[in-house]
Nanobody, 121 residues
């Protein structure tokens, strides 16, 4: 069973910064992609940023250079440094991993439980 444990959410003022962390454990032999999605109330879950095992990164257009995703392949962790936060960044942020599981022998997507980020004065 792949487990993704997130940390680092919270309340921050507009213009502030937060760092989210996620650690993957259990039941996999490889992770292809790790990253972050978010879901605001009444909206669909959307991509924020991902990092491939080769180092390739992908960002949503709304990030606009404010966020940085980083990954440690050896530790199976992924971080999201968020700067210049805006009220519209308020959402539950979910860690995501595309992992090769022992049980299935194929790559499948897995989600963390989510961490709340609230940007408000």
């Amino acid at each position: 069973q792949v487990q993704l444990v997130e940390s680092g959410g919270g309340l921050v003022q507009p213009g502030g910064s937060l760092r989210l962390s996620c650690a993957a454990s259990g039941g996999f032999s490889d992770i292809n992609t790790m990253g972050w999605y978010r879901q605001a109330p009444g909206k669909q879950r959307e991509l924020v940023a991902t990092a491939g095992s080769s180092g390739f990164t992908n960002y949503a257009a709304f990030v606009q250079g404010r966020f940085t995703v980083s990954r440690d392949n050896a530790k199976n962790t992924v971080n999201l440094q968020m700067n210049s936060l805006k009220p519209e960044d308020t959402a539950v942020y979910y860690c995501y991993a595309l992992a090769l599981t022992f049980r299935s022998g194929i790559y499948s997507g897995h989600w963390g439980q989510g961490t709340q980020v609230t940007v408000s004065s």
